[in-house]
């Protein structure tokens, strides 16, 4: 009887040498695994918040550069536009609502901020075509923009996104589509600013 319990107590602590083991080895093998899926994470979050800072001074920029236009432009100006007669070109106002309207609307739709002016058709509100009215509400839309980026939940970074009900794009992707829309109608009033007899600003690249 003494053996036998002297046995058991043997192919018990065998087992349990033989159980300890394994679970030893198991932490070896999935212990790389783990520390690279932490690795691959951490590189992930320092890409985004490096994007967030890009996308910051980028906007801190075009909000500078954008002044420069509002400030070049004489006050009999604003509502110039190169072609009076036809009624589809927008002025030199409405070409900076346009897209400060936009700026507003992105931003919201894809970081989620409350539109201070959503349902407003701020290009036909006459109220903004003053030069001092027009400078305001301009500026206002950059920072709007750099205080929502500021402010983004970067994990949703990625988020698919139907812009327009017909392009796909994802949450980042739309503030990047913004960026590029305000750079375009900008660069129009480029024309604009020299049919007035002024210099436009010296372009900003950095």
Known sequence: MKERINLLRYLVSTLAVSVACSMVSLAQVTAPAANKAIAAQATANKAMEDWRTKMIADWTRAKDYTKEYLDAMPEDGTNYKPNAQDKDQR????????????????????????????GKNLEKMDEYKTKAALSKVVLESYDFMIAAVKNFDLSKANEPLKLFNRFDSTRSGV?????????????QTTVYIRMKGVKPPQERLF
Do not use: K, V
């Open 91 to 118: 002025s030199f106002a409405e070409q900076m609502l346009h897209f400060t309207a936009a700026n507003f609307m992105f931003a919201s739709l894809a970081t989620g901020a409350a539109n201070p002016y959503q």
């Open 175 to 187: 503030i990047a589509a913004a960026f590029e829309h305000q750079t375009h109608h900008r660069g």
